[in-house]
């Protein structure tokens, strides 16, 4: 069996740190350019090969997104942007336009180029195709399933790669080629600029009475109809391993640190037990399921893996994500008296019982005994996103503990 990559996405500087720590083999960043989610804080250069290195210090790998599809007002800063690109040396560029394709292997020939889901390869010849003119990497559609991977990895070469999406938001269009964003805001989302309409109320209106608009109703649950639910994976390792997926990729450039650090180190783990032995993954399977619902979701599907998804692999009466726990901040490191600096997410105060997240697994609750301010002011509560505190805690399971860089905070909410 191969033994798949775990490939985490990191929307800034200090996602893409914890996602490595958390268990990331390899993390997918963006540029300030030509990537598909404009709206992520993605990366300067020089913060790439900033993280390209700690990557690497860390033995894992960064991929660089550059998946729009061009315009030809577009080719001629792909051109600039690649030439800077080899002098950083990312590990694969993420590309979808064979345009962008051919500019990438003119001018950065040692870097491997990885063809994103958005290129629609559906079938084994079309991914041969792109093995003959040089790509390393074919990113599974969306709308494949297991059966169909499983052909292809059997047709297609044995040094040419497969990734697949296992985990994270779907998009209702094919393969995430979607026009509805433009249609109704002008923002391209082929271009990094989706508004996600798909998430959006709709209605109905009849040609004869212009103006009357009828909600759109599925056996009275609601309007939401282009609102697909969230894939996860986690309960089919096995399944995927034995596909013949070289590259489990978790979706979410746009999500917080907390999220990235609970998905990353549940399939760490998972992937983990099962290349170990089967017994321990089936063993372990209630804990990866905790883990995963700790997280922001709109409930779970399997996606196309099983066949073509029905009806229930909608949410029709929300948009809204389930959420069980509230990010509070990243430990940086400590005082001359204990006390913990963060970079306070969300509000919080002294006497809470909060959590303490870290990247081996292990899950500690305290007690939050005091807040100051970087003047040494205390504090009752932390009121202001993005101020920097320092934070004394007390655990009870053990008092002897003491946190680290990187160990993140979290506050489970009530149900």
């Known amino acids: 069996m191969r033994r798949p990559e775990l490939l ?72 600039e942007y690649f030439y800077r690109l080899r002098d950083i040396r990312p590990d694969a560029l993420i590309i979808s336009d064979p345009g962008v394709f051919a500019i990438a292997r003119e001018i950065c020939p040692h870097i491997e180029v990885h063809i994103s889901t958005q290129a629609n390869n559906t079938n084994y010849e079309s991914m041969r195709f792109w093995h003959g003119i040089g790509a390393k990497r074919i990113v599974c559609a969306r709308e494949l399933s297991l059966a169909e991977i499983r052909e292809i990895r059997s047709r297609i070469p044995d040094e040419l790669e497969l990734e697949a999406f296992i985990h994270g938001a779907m998009c209702i269009s094919y393969s995430g080629r979607c026009l509805l964003s433009n249609y109704f805001t002008g923002r391209d989302a082929n271009q990094g600029a989706c508004t996600h309409p798909c998430r959006w109320q709709y209605a109905v209106v009849e040609e004869k009475r212009p103006g009357e ?39 979410g450039r746009m999500k917080t640190a907390l999220y990235i650090a609970t998905v990353a180190r549940t399939y760490r783990r998972a992937i983990d037990d099962y290349m170990q032995a089967p017994s321990l993954y089936e063993q372990n399977l209630p804990w990866y399921r905790s883990q995963i619902a700790s997280g922001t979701f709109r409930q779970f599907t399997t996606g196309f893996f099983y066949g073509k998804p029905s009806e229930e692999a909608q949410v029709y009466d929300s948009n809204d994500y389930v959420k069980n726990y509230t990010y509070l901040g990243i430990i940086e490191g400590s005082n001359e008296q204990g006390a913990y600096r963060i970079v306070q997410k969300n509000k919080f105060s002294v006497g809470e019982r909060i959590e303490v997240i870290r990247p081996e697994g292990t899950d500690y609750v305290v007690t939050v005994r005091s807040i100051t301010d970087e003047d040494g002011t205390a504090m009752e509560s932390a009121p202001h996103p993005k101020q920097a505190l320092y934070v004394e805690t007390e655990c009870a399971q053990d008092h002897s503990v003491r946190f680290k860089q990187y160990d993140i905070l979290r506050r489970k909410e009530e149900d």
């Open 8 to 79: 985490v996405p990191a929307g800034s500087p200090e996602v893409l740190k914890v996602a490595i720590l958390y268990g990331a083999d390899a993390v997918y960043i963006g540029g300030e350019s030509f990537g598909l989610r404009a709206k992520a804080k993605n990366f300067t250069l020089e913060e790439m090969a900033q993280g390209i290195a700690f990557a690497h210090e860390h033995h894992a790998k960064v991929y660089v997104t550059a998946n729009i599809f061009a315009h030809n007002e577009d080719l001629e800063g792909v051109r």
């Open 213 to 251: 608009y009828l909600p759109v109703y599925e056996n009275e649950r609601g309007t939401y109809i282009f609102n697909s639910k969230d894939l996860c994976m986690i309960e089919h390792i096995p399944d995927l391993v034995q596909a013949g997926i070289d590259s489990f990729k978790i979706e």
